[in-house]
C-alpha cells in the first residue's frame, strides 16, 4: 500500500534526524507528521488506533504551570488596571470576512472552521482586529481597554522557544482622537512597568515609525509599489544579516542594488535624541514630508520618556518595521538581553516579548462610511514570558502551591468522619479554606503527609477527648506544634496563624 | 435569480413573524437567516456588503458586562478554592475523535474545524471530556480540580435566554477512588454555597441516580435496549408534561403502554429521607440489585448533607435524568425557583443553572488499558446567572464602576502638560491606579466631570503656585472638598483616602 510506504519513508525521517542530533524542533515537527500519518493509516485501514494527546501546537496548563500563568497575569492586569483600563472580550471566532484582508501574507495561517451550514467562520489571529470590529460595531470613538485572551494561528510551532498555535495575547490598546504622542508613551510606560515588575532581566524596547520607514524607503528610491514588502524584507533584520536581506531585496524583490545600499546605511542606526536630531538635519530626510513628521513625532515621544524617567531602555531603532499590514505611526517591540558571558562583548537579544504600535486606520475599513478613530496600543506575548518564568522556577527547584488551602481537617481516630464532614462544613460557611480526606477512617500519619506534600499550613484534629471538652486540637504543620483551641475561636485563630499566606 | 427570490421570501417570512409578534427568538433566528442569505447573495454577485456583527449565537461582553462577570467569577472561584480545588486549562479545540462517542444524540452539535491538512479537530463541547482526556494522557489518578473556560454548541441560540452558541462553563471535579459518596456530597455543598453567595433568589437542587433509574426501567419491563432512549424521554419531564413524555415513549420508541405507565407512577416521585426509605421497602424496587446500590447510596448522601445542613434545598426527584451517556451514578441539577404570586401556589421553576454528577466510566474510554478512574463533578451554568444579575443590576439603577482608577490628575492652568506627566508616573511607580486626559491643555472643568462620569474619587491638581509650594491641591469628588497635600506624602494620603475601594 502506497500510504504504508509513505509512513515508512517518514520513519527513516525521523530516524535519521535523531541520528544526526537536528534541531529538536524539527524532530517533533517530523515525529508530528509522522504520528498523524500512522493515525491516518490506522483510520483508513479500520484497525483505528487512537493518539492520545492535544493538537498540534497547543498544551494543556496543568495546576503547577497554572499558577505560575496567574502569576503573570496578576502583574499584567494590576498594570492595566493601574493605567486606568476597562475590560472587555470578544468571541474566540469571528465572520469570516472580518479578518480578511488585514494580515498580509500572513493571512494563511488564520483557522476556518468547517462549513457546517449559516455562517463562514474563523478563529482569532490577533486580539486587535476583534477590537476594531467591536469599536466600529458599537460606534466607540473613546476607550482605553485590556483584553487578554487566546488566540490562533497555523504556523509552525517551536514549543520548546514558546511559539504556539493556540497562545495567549495581553493586549491594552488606546482608542480615540488625542493630542499627539501621549497615549503611545503610556504604552511605552506600560511596557516598561510589566518587564520590570516580572523581573524578566535586563531588555531594550526598539521604537521606530511606519512614517519614518516610507519617507525611508522614498529617499532610498523605493518605488511606492514596493513600500510593503520591502518593510517585510527589514523586518528581518532582528533574524538574519543585512547581507541576506539585502540579496533579498534586490534578487527576489527586484530592488536596484543602489537603493537597498542607500536602505542598508539607514537601517544600522539607532539610538536615542541625538539621533533623531540628527536625521531631522538629513539632507534627504529631512525633504520628506512623511518623514519629517514621523521624526517630529518621535522627538516628542522622547521628551515624555524622558519625564517617565525611562529613556535608558529605549533604542530608536531604524531596523525595526513590525510584520503586520495595519501600522500607520509608532512601532515598537520589547526584547530580553542576555549577557552572552562565553563571548563577552554585546548583550544578545533572546526574543520579542512585547510589540505594539499605532493603527490609525483599521476601525475605519470596519465602518460602513470608513469614519477613523485612532488607535495605538501593545500586546504582551506572555507566553514566552511562561517559558521564562517556568525555566527559571525549576532551576530555582522553587516549590510552587497549587492550591491556597488553609487547614486540613483531620481525626487522630476512627468512626470520626461525622465530625470531621460537620466541622469542615463550619469552616466553609466561615470562609475558611479546607479539606478533609474523602476517606472513612484515614491514618492521621496520610493526613499530615497530604498536609507536607501540599502545602497546607495548619491541621485542625478533632478526637473523641476534644469532642467532649469542646476544643479542637490545631496542629502547626512547619513546627509541629500543637495547641488546644476553643472550638469557637478556631475560626479566629486559623485566621491569624494564616494572615500572612 | 433563484437566490434573489428566495431572500425576497425570506424577508416576507420575517416581515409576517413581526406583524404577528412572533416569539422573539423565532424573529431573530429568521432576521439572521435572512441578513445571511442576503451577505451571500452579495458575494456571488461580487457587490459584496459586509455585516458588521459577531457569529450567531456569540456576543461581546463590554466593560459593564465584565464587570458582572467577574463578579460572578469572584464568588465561583473563591468557592472552589475554598474546597482545595487546584486550576487546569486545555486547549479551546481537541482531537475530532477524542470527543467521538460522548455526547450521544448532541454530537451533531459539535462545531467541527475545517480540514486545512494535519489533524481533524473540534472545539470542545464541554469542559468533562477534554477533562477526562487530560487525565488519562497525564496517566493523573487522583485532582480535585476546576477549570473556568469556554464551551462551544451549535444549537439554536436563545440569547434572552441566556442560551448562546459560545458560553462559559465553570467545572469543578473529583477525580479519584475514594470512599463512597463524600465528594459527591461535597459537590453538592459546593451548589449550595455558590447558589446562597450569588444571591440569585431561592432555587431546589434535586438529585437522582443513574443506577435508581436503570433499576426503575427494569422493574418497569423496559427492554435493556431501550434504557438510553426512554431516559432521554424522562430527561425531557423538566419541560414537557408527562402525557407527551408517555406518547413519546409509547408512539415514537415503542415502549408498551404498560410499562409507560408504571414509570408515570414513580418518576412522580419526590422527596427527601423518608421516600429514600419507602423506594427501600418497595417490593419491585428493593428486588433490583442497581437500584438497592443507588437508593443505599442516595442514603448515604442525605446523611452527609444533613451534616452539612443543606438539605432543606435538596429534593430526591425521580424524574431527574440528565441528557448526558457519560453518567454512571449519582446525578443533580439545580434550579431557580420563582414564586409565581400572579397564580399564587407553587413555586415556578425558570431554568437550571447548575448540574453534574457521576462518571466512572469516562476516563477508561481514554485509557489504552481501559483503566478508570471515578469521577463526580458539578458545572455551573454561568450565562443564565450573568442574564439574572445583569437583569437585576438594570432593575436597580446600580451604577458599576468599569476601572478601579483612585486618582485623576488634573491641572488648572494651561501648559503644564510635562508635570502632569511627571506626577502620573511618579503615582503609577509607587502603585497608586491614576490616569490624565490626553490632552494638552484640557479644562478643569472636563477633568473633573472625568472623574463624575467614570467614578473616580480623587483629583491631584496641579498649578503653578502648588508647584512652587511642593505641594499638590487633593480633591475628594463626591463632597468637592479640597486639601493641600506635601507632595511627598501624597501617595500615602491617596491610599488612606481610597483604602475602602
Chains 1, 2 share one sequence.
Not at 501546537?57 to 500563568?69: C, L, Q, S, Y
Not at 539585502?246 to 541625538?274: C, F, N, T, W
Not at 486559623?494 to 500572612?500: A, V
Amino acid at each position: 500500500m502506497a500510504e504504508e510506504a509513505a509512513v515508512r519513508a517518514q520513519a527513516e525521517t525521523v530516524r535519521r534526524l535523531k541520528q544526526d542530533k537536528a534541531d529538536p524542533d524539527e524532530i517533533a515537527k517530523e515525529v508530528a507528521k509522522l504520528l498523524e500519518m500512522k493515525a491516518e493509516l490506522g483510520a483508513d485501514e479500520g484497525k483505528h488506533k487512537f493518539v492520545l494527546k492535544t493538537p498540534k501546537g497547543t498544551r494543556d496548563f496543568g495546576p503547577k504551570e497554572m499558577a505560575i500563568r496567574e502569576r503573570a497575569f496578576r502583574a499584567i492586569i494590576s498594570c492595566f488596571k493601574r493605567h486606568g483600563a476597562e475590560v472587555i472580550d470578544t468571541p474566540v471566532f469571528e465572520l469570516k470576512e472580518t479578518l480578511t484582508g488585514k494580515y498580509g501574507e500572513d493571512s494563511k495561517l488564520i483557522y476556518d472552521l468547517k462549513d457546517q451550514g449559516g455562517e463562514l467562520l474563523s478563529l482569532r489571529y490577533d486580539l486587535t482586529v476583534p477590537f476594531a470590529r467591536y469599536l466600529a460595531m458599537n460606534k466607540i470613538t473613546n476607550i482605553k481597554r485590556y483584553h487578554i485572551a487566546k488566540v490562533y494561528r497555523r504556523d509552525n510551532p517551536a514549543m520548546t522557544r514558546g511559539r504556539y498555535r493556540e497562545f495567549y495575547q495581553c493586549d491594552f490598546d488606546i482608542a480615540g482622537q488625542f493630542d499627539p504622542m501621549i497615549p503611545d508613551a503610556e504604552c511605552l510606560k506600560i511596557v516598561h512597568e510589566i518587564l520590570s515588575d516580572l523581573q524578566l532581566g535586563d531588555f531594550v524596547i526598539k521604537v521606530n515609525d511606519r512614517r519614518i520607514l516610507d519617507g525611508m524607503f522614498a529617499v532610498c528610491g523605493v518605488p511606492d509599489s514596493k513600500f510593503r514588502t520591502i518593510c517585510s524584507s527589514v523586518d528581518k533584520l532582528d533574524k538574519i544579516p543585512w547581507e541576506e536581506v539585502r540579496s533579498e531585496m534586490v534578487g527576489e524583490k527586484g530592488l536596484s542594488p543602489e537603493a537597498a545600499d542607500r536602505i542598508g546605511e539607514y537601517v544600522q542606526l539607532h539610538g536615542g535624541l541625538d539621533l533623531i536630531e540628527r536625521l531631522l538635519q538629513d539632507p534627504k530626510l529631512s525633504q520628506n514630508k512623511l518623514a519629517k513628521e514621523g521624526l517630529g513625532d518621535m522627538k516628542l515621544l522622547f521628551e515624555y520618556l524622558t519625564l517617565f524617567g525611562i529613556t535608558g531602555k529605549i533604542s530608536f531603532d531604524l531596523s525595526l518595521a513590525r510584520g503586520l499590514d495595519y501600522y500607520t505611526g509608532v512601532i515598537f517591540e520589547a526584547v530580553l538581553l542576555q549577557q552572552d558571558h562565553e563571548h563577552g562583548e554585546e548583550a544578545l537579544s533572546v526574543g520579542s516579548v512585547a510589540g505594539g504600535g499605532r493603527y490609525d486606520g483599521l476601525v475605519g475599513m470596519f465602518d460602513p462610511k470608513g469614519r477613523k478613530v485612532p488607535c495605538v496600543g501593545v500586546s504582551i506575548g506572555i507566553e514566552r514570558i511562561f517559558s521564562i518564568l517556568e525555566q527559571r522556577l525549576e532551576a530555582a527547584e522553587e516549590k510552587i502551591r497549587t492550591t491556597e488551602t488553609q487547614v486540613l481537617v483531620a481525626s487522630a481516630q476512627k468512626k470520626l468522619l461525622e465530625e470531621r464532614l460537620k466541622l469542615v462544613s463550619e469552616l466553609w460557611d466561615a470562609g475558611i479554606k479546607a479539606e478533609i480526606l474523602y476517606k472513612k477512617n484515614p491514618k492521621l500519619l496520610n493526613q499530615l503527609q497530604y498536609c507536607e506534600d501540599t502545602g497546607i499550613p495548619l491541621v485542625a484534629i478533632v478526637g473523641e477527648q476534644e469532642l467532649k471538652d469542646g476544643m479542637v486540637k490545631l496542629r502547626i504543620v512547619a513546627t509541629r506544634e500543637e495547641v488546644n483551641v476553643r472550638r469557637e475561636s478556631l475560626v479566629e485563630e486559623i485566621r491569624i496563624r494564616t494572615s500572612q499566606c
